[in-house]
Every structure is written in C-alpha cells, then in structure tokens.
C-alpha cells in the first residue's frame, strides 16, 4: 500500500508564501505522475498543479505564474510552491499520485489565506 504525507501547510497572511509537501512510499515514485489538489468548504476538489515521470507541468489557470510545482525524486517528494497566496486559495490541498490504472491519495493539509 503506498503512503502519501503531504506537509507545510498553516495560515499565512495575503500576499504570503507556502511550501508544501507530498512524501510517497513507493520505489515507483519516480516512475509516477504527481498532481495537487485542493478543495474548500462547499466546493468541489480542482486539479492546481501536476507534474509527470518526465517533469512535464501543468497549472489551473487560477495559480498560473503564482505557483510551481517540482520533485525530487532522490526523496520521493513533490513540492508546491506557493506565492502571491490569495483568501481564495484557502483550502485543503491533496496530493495524488498515479501509476497505470492505480491512484494513491494523501490526507491533506490546510492551507488558511487571511490577515
């Protein structure tokens, strides 16, 4: 069974920054596409940031040229970094990781935007 333990979540001020991070149990890990989620209260869970086996990226318009989305896969660790942070990305982020047909989810970490 694969582990996924996202981190560095917590509440940060407008304008603030966030590095989190999604640690996986698994030798495929760097073999596997790695996306994040996120989901605030009401609303359903988006795709923000993925990257796959060959570092290509992806990002939801709404985090373009704000967030950056990377992995070290010495650590089997995705990161998301996270700038120029708005009260609108408030929300539980989830990291995914996929191999084939299986898909691995994490637990999630708050992410709180507000003064």
């Known amino acids: 069974q694969v582990q996924l333990v996202e981190s560095g979540g917590g509440l940060v001020q407008p304008g603030g920054s966030l590095r989190l991070s999604c640690t996986a149990s698994?030798?495929?890990?760097?073999?596997?596409?790695v996306g994040w989620y996120r989901q605030a209260p009401g609303k359903e869970r988006d795709l923000v940031a993925v990257?796959?086996?060959?570092?290509?990226?992806n990002y939801a318009d709404a985090v373009k040229g704000r967030f950056t989305i990377s992995r070290d896969n010495t650590k089997n660790t995705v990161y998301l970094q996270m700038n120029s942070l708005k009260p609108e990305d408030t929300a539980v982020y989830y990291c995914?990781?996929?191999?084939?047909?299986?898909?691995?989810w994490g637990q999630g970490t708050q992410v709180t935007v507000s003064s």
């Open positions: 995914k990781l996929t191999w084939g047909s299986r898909t691995y």
């Open positions: 698994t030798s495929l890990f760097s073999l596997s596409t």
């Open positions: 990257i796959t086996n060959s570092r290509s990226t």
